[in-house]
């Protein structure tokens, strides 16, 4: 029997770096937009609760981008196949760093990331029907001290828009590290073990459900 994978997933994210991780592992996929605004992924409130832990604030997210895509697929009467989430945070001492508001944000960001180390976490949910399931990936980083002419000029690529604790680690910023331990992947955005581990686990529920 074919794996339900086999056909392809979709995507429920508009991130590149995503795309370019999932198809460095062969998985063939389609990306979950809303037909109203070509080239924007499903939107989500991604603002953490009161109180809530990194871990379980990324877990929440993708679990809930996964239940909104599937939604969003039903509605749209699309052909049926496993929709496949992601959310990605930076953590320090516990607090959560997430998508800088601006570049002035960023900069304060990087402030706080310079001389120390920080977590990174990527939550990833596979949802098929009624099924959903999700993994967790953590991994430690640890950056040089920054100069403020570093953060400055770093700031002003605009790399850091959009990414959880400002800066992207396949860019410009991988000068900044000076250790890593966990997924490069999972800082990415996308932890390629977990992902894989995800899809095996719907393609055994499908042969022996």
């Not at 699309?78 to 508001?101: N, Q």
């Not at 959009?162 to 991988?174: L, P, S, T, V």
Request: aromatic fraction near 6%; charged fraction near 25%; include cysteine.
């Amino acid at each position: 029997m074919a794996s339900p994978v086999d056909s392809g997933i979709y995507l429920a994210s508009r991130s590149p770096r995503r795309r370019e991780l999932l198809a460095q592992i062969g998985v063939r996929y389609r990306l979950l937009l809303f037909r109203a605004h070509p080239g924007r992924a499903l939107d989500v409130d991604e603002a953490p609760l009161a109180g809530e832990a990194p871990a379980a604030y990324v877990e929440r997210l993708a679990a809930v981008k996964a239940e909104a895509a599937w939604t969003s697929l039903e509605s749209r009467n699309l052909p049926r196949a496993p929709v496949l989430a992601a959310d990605t945070t930076v953590a320090v001492e516990g607090a959560i760093l997430a998508k800088p508001a601006d570049r002035e944000d960023a900069a304060g960001m990087l402030r706080r990331l310079s001389g120390r180390r920080h977590e990174v976490l990527t939550a990833v949910a596979l949802k098929d029907g009624d099924w959903i399931q999700g993994a967790l990936s953590v991994s430690e980083v640890a950056f040089k001290p920054l100069s403020e002419h570093e953060i400055r000029q770093y700031v002003a690529t605009g790399e850091c828009d959009d990414k959880a604790g400002a800066y992207a680690i396949q860019g410009r910023a991988a000068r900044f590290i000076a250790d890593l331990r966990g997924s490069y992947s999972g800082v990415m955005g996308l932890p390629l073990y977990e992902t894989g581990q995800l899809l095996e686990r719907l393609a055994r529920e499908r042969r022996h459900p």
